[in-house]
């Protein structure tokens, strides 16, 4: 196979890079004889106290550089693409693809399917294994890497071909028993589907995801999510409120099992499940530490938690004060629950807490990471919003000020002639934003 040459795009003044000659428009190839593939190799074989790096240089020249170094000392340089690396795309077609189900017309980075095991570990993203070959289960091993997040959605070989609709994706639990007896730490999701892999199949995958404990961490149980786009494919039912009562009894049964037998509750229940059921969000502890927060388990507990303890710091004061909140359906409960708290240390701040429908994808979406801009405008179009609107940080692309339907922060802001500000993911700044000013 050709060999890989990866392009430097930076080098830090200073650094070992840069005292060995090497520029900006140089490429690395090899170090110590090994390729690099990606970022992995790359990090893993530097550090080594002695490295003969292979160099082609923005002339066109190969060249080897010497360089010696402390161990763990990093070269100071970058390279074009964050993974070194194409992102591996998804080779599956799941029944309950989010992306399958998105409308046409929105930006196209939207639509690209991630299955990439690199970003498991670099961004804790969730992965199918279907895109790993033995290599790859190798280096995984050889290096180390934890944890791997594995969306597995059954154990049963046939179905998981059938729901992710690959003839390849029945080897799942192999996989993991090689990760097992290596030692990596893993976690692990189920999509349930109604009808699919529920009721007894949902018990066989927790049973048999059990079976590789310590290693295999914990295990999140998550609704499918259902938009209005679901034209050509695969028919699946929005679970009701006693469904949700059905699900919470099946994993309960499980976590007192495993904390039989393990002293871990292990699987866990999205909090989609308690509010769609009616019920109240168990106590911290039940969280086991909040291990699957990505997944939507615990995280209205942990925003409880995180304003209780801010106000208990705050004395309160006669400061007046009107602002407005916007979310979507599932949290909505909650943040009001919170907005009357923080009214009732601060008596003279007004908060008015809006739930936006979600019209854009579907009224069955429900939470507020798949809000648009353009939802949000319409619905709190000539309400009373107060000085400003405060809307949660995960409506907007992680890196800019954009929504998902490509509306801006600012656009927003003047079709409702009010400032609109973010407020981040913890309790702290909830409270913080809705009394302004100083403290």
């Known amino acids: ?216 961490e914990s295990l999140s149980v998550v609704p499918v999510g259902l938009t209005r786009y679901r034209e050509d494919l695969p028919k699946l039912e929005a679970f009701t409120r006693e469904d949700a009562e059905n699900v919470l009894a099946q994993i309960q049964g499980w976590q007192k099992h495993f904390l039989a037998k393990k002293g871990t509750s292990f699987v866990h229940a999205s909090d989609e499940w308690f509010i769609l059921a009616g019920r109240e969000f168990p106590p911290e502890e039940y969280y086991e530490g909040f291990g699957q927060l990505e997944n939507g388990v615990g995280m209205m507990r942990l925003l409880i938690g995180e304003v209780e303890e801010r106000l208990a710091q705050l004395t309160g004061d006669e400061r007046e004060r009107t602002v407005s909140v916007a979310t979507a359906k599932l949290a909505y409960p909650t943040i009001c629950r919170l907005a009357k708290q923080v009214s009732r240390k601060y008596p003279h701040i007004h908060v008015h807490v809006y739930c936006i429908a979600n019209t854009f994808f579907g009224e069955q979406i429900t939470v507020t990471g798949l809000l648009t801009g353009q939802d949000i405008r319409r619905q709190l179009a000539g309400r009373e919003l107060g000085e400003e609107l405060l809307l949660p940080c995960n409506v907007l692309k992680a890196d800019e000020d954009i929504f998902l339907d490509d509306m801006r922060l600012s656009d927003l802001a003047e079709a409702l002639q009010v400032p609109v500000n973010i407020i981040q993911s913890e309790g702290q700044d909830f409270v913080d934003k809705i009394i302004g000013g100083k403290i």
């Open 1 to 216: 196979m050709k060999k890989q040459w990866h392009l430097i795009t930076g080098v830090e003044p200073g650094g070992i890079g840069e005292e060995c000659g090497l520029e900006p428009g140089d490429r690395i190839g090899a170090i110590n004889g090994h390729e690099i593939e990606d970022f992995f190799d790359y990090q893993y074989y530097i550090e080594e106290e002695f490295l003969r790096v292979e160099v082609l240089t923005k002339d066109n020249e190969e060249c080897t550089l010497e360089i010696e170094k402390e161990e763990d000392e990093d070269l100071g340089i970058t390279f074009e693409s964050f993974l070194m690396d194409e992102y591996q795309s998804c080779c599956n077609k799941c029944v309950f693809c989010f992306i399958d189900q998105m409308p046409p017309g929105m930006r196209e980075t939207l639509y690209f399917k991630d299955d990439d095991s690199r970003l498991s570990f670099l961004q804790g993203n969730y992965i199918t294994l279907t895109n790993m070959k033995e290599k790859d289960i190798d280096r995984v091993i050889r290096y180390h890497l934890a944890p791997i997040n594995i969306s597995v959605h059954t154990t049963n070989p046939e179905l998981r071909c059938q729901m992710l609709h690959n003839r390849f994706a029945g080897d799942i639990l192999a996989k993991i028993r090689r990760f097992y007896e290596a030692g990596i730490p893993m976690n692990s999701q189920v999509v349930l589907c109604k009808g699919i892999n529920d009721g007894e199949e949902l018990d066989r995958t927790i049973r048999e995801l059990g079976e590789f404990l310590p290693y295999m």
